[in-house]
């Protein structure tokens, strides 16, 4: 199972930008997707989660500005970012969480820069 997040890069304070993941390699549809960010010298922190039902839910940080959705295609997640301020740089993180056959499984994707300008 591969977890491919793109979408970073470059913007001003005020700025947006959408993230995608795009999970392959499996069959199954994962019950939960998840962003994580991580700035320098800092532990990495959860940002949103949309379960399979839709259900989300966001750090208070983020809570107003950004919204996590699925896609259509199975098994992609967006994080559609607004009002990004300097303190938003980090990089950001797609995660995969599945419950098959009694067995759990994480997967995690690589990184994706996002860097907010002041």
């Known amino acids: 199972v591969q977890l491919q997040a793109s979408g970073g890069g470059l913007v001003q304070a005020g700025g947006s930008l959408r993230l995608s993941c795009a999970g392959s390699g499996t069959m199954f549809s994962f019950t939960a997707m998840t962003w994580y960010r991580q700035a320098p010298g800092k532990q990495r922190d959860l940002v949103a989660r949309?379960?399979?039902?839709?259900?989300?839910i966001y750090a208070d940080a983020v809570k107003g500005r950004f919204t996590i959705s699925r896609g259509d295609v199975k098994n992609t997640v967006y994080l559609q970012m607004n009002s990004l301020k300097p303190e938003d740089t980090a990089v950001y993180y797609c995660?995969?969480?599945?419950?098959?056959?009694?067995?759990?499984?994480?997967?995690w994707g690589q990184g994706t820069l996002v860097t907010v300008s002041s």
């Open positions: 995660a995969a969480y599945g419950r098959w056959a009694g067995n759990e499984y994480h997967y």
């Open positions: 949309i379960s399979s039902s839709g259900s989300t």
